[in-house]
């Protein structure tokens, strides 16, 4: 090649390497495409860093649905924070910044960044957060608050729930219990009526136990059972057909369920929840709660019987009853919109809509066209261009220069 000629860089072949030192690959490449950053991340597109020697005929999309993870470590999760109650850790959380105040304490098992991981409760907090300043919180004994050693007791539990309060600055808020926190919830309501604006139970119950003036309880049996159950099989995803039946078939929840168990409760810790919740009895408190409540219950819920709920909704004064469709025990199984939508209407009074669950993206493919020496389109393989076209073609390409070169010589 001449000194001083002007020389223009070939486009790189396909898997060869650049003077960087970096191989091109067509399936780094994405073409022009019309995404937000959520629709981007939805189809599983990731744009490029650098573009500027990369020829356009190479920026083809390779667009590969990816297989969702079971836990997504990439969801921005919000700050877990801790509050002291009487030596203690209280881990928790705030999502969102307005609204009244609700402190929402889930039953059963918990951890506050397990759940983050799962789309469904995800999806309910998020929109939970969309119309009031949500407060999450781990039980004591459970995810990321600290261990038990002992049977914890209703008062310790209620002094959790303050302590919360306390630390998040919070003077008065809406409570939230399901199954072994409503009792607490319950306490919390009847006794510190000045922290409390309101009250929400789900699948929960006054005592736990059988007895002759409460035959809905648990009986020793079942108790026994449970305790089975616990030491052979938890943190599998056995337990789902019975606390989650609805989901039963979906193995991605299967796997995160298994997952929260797991990390959310040690089995002694489970035994030692299951032995207070045995001992529970907050009947005495019931007509003492003055704040707005509402009661909720599944009526096909397989562990807590509706009539638990019925119970409490005869006896809170001015409850508000609602029997929900399903055969569901898990808080994050069932009908969550239809639970955020009741939530909702109850702190705000009116309730909105639910957000899109899929995401609309348009993408736009540049194609990769090949031409001959003469800058005409290439035909296929064995066709053959005309003398008079390939003039033509000559004649196209040559008329930009001549009309320019005419220019100049005026």
Not at 33 to 57: F, I, K, M, N, W
Not at 308 to 329: K, N, S
Request: include cysteine; charge should be positive.
């Amino acid at each position: 090649m001449g000194k001083g000629r002007a020389t223009h860089p070939r486009p790189r072949a396909w898997n060869t390497p650049d003077n960087t030192g970096r191989t091109w690959n067509p399936d780094q490449w994405v073409a022009g495409a019309t995404l937000g950053s959520g629709g981007r991340e939805a189809v599983g597109v990731r744009s490029p860093s650098r573009t500027a020697h990369c020829p356009v005929d190479l920026r083809i999309a390779s667009l590969r649905w990816p297989c969702a993870p079971v836990h997504d470590s990439r969801v921005n999760r919000p700050k877990t924070t801790y509050a002291w109650s009487d030596g203690t850790a209280i881990a928790y959380q705030v999502v969102g910044a307005s609204g009244p105040d609700l402190l929402f304490v889930p039953g059963s098992v918990t951890h506050l960044e397990v759940q983050w991981e799962e789309p469904r409760v995800r999806r309910f907090f998020n929109r939970l957060a969309s119309f009031s300043r949500l407060i999450l919180m781990d039980p004591r004994g459970l995810g990321l608050s600290d261990r038990l050693t002992e049977v914890p007791t209703v008062d310790e539990r209620v002094a959790d729930l303050l302590s919360v309060l306390d630390a998040t600055e919070t003077q008065r808020a809406t409570l939230f219990g399901n199954a072994d926190t409503g009792p607490a919830c319950i306490a919390a309501a009847a006794l510190h009526p000045d922290r409390v604006d309101g009250l929400i139970l789900l699948g929960t119950y006054a005592k736990g136990g059988w007895d002759e003036d409460y035959p809905i309880g648990w009986t020793t049996e079942e108790w026994e059972e449970f305790r089975t159950r616990v030491k052979e099989g938890w943190g599998t995803s056995d337990s789902v057909e019975t606390v989650a039946p609805s989901l039963a078939h979906d193995e991605a929840f299967r796997q995160w369920y298994a997952t929260l168990a797991r990390l959310g409760a040690s089995p002694r810790a489970v035994l030692l929840l299951g032995e207070m919740s045995r001992a529970v009895d907050v009947r005495p408190l019931l007509s003492r709660i003055a704040a707005p409540t509402l009661v909720m219950h599944r009526t096909g819920d397989g562990l807590n019987s509706v009539e638990a709920g019925r119970y409490l909704a005869e006896r809170i004064p001015g409850a508000r009853w609602l029997e929900m469709p399903g055969d569901d025990f898990a808080l994050w199984s069932g009908d969550l919109d239809a639970l955020a939508g009741e939530v909702e209407e109850f702190l705000t009074g009116h309730r909105g809509a639910a957000e899109p669950t899929h995401v609309v993206a348009t993408v736009m493919f540049h194609r990769r066209r090949r031409f001959d020496r003469t800058g005409c389109r290439a035909r296929k393989p064995g066709v053959g261009r005309s003398p008079r076209g390939a003039r033509r073609a000559r004649a196209n390409r040559a008329a930009p220069l001549r009309r320019s070169r005419d220019r100049y010589r005026r």
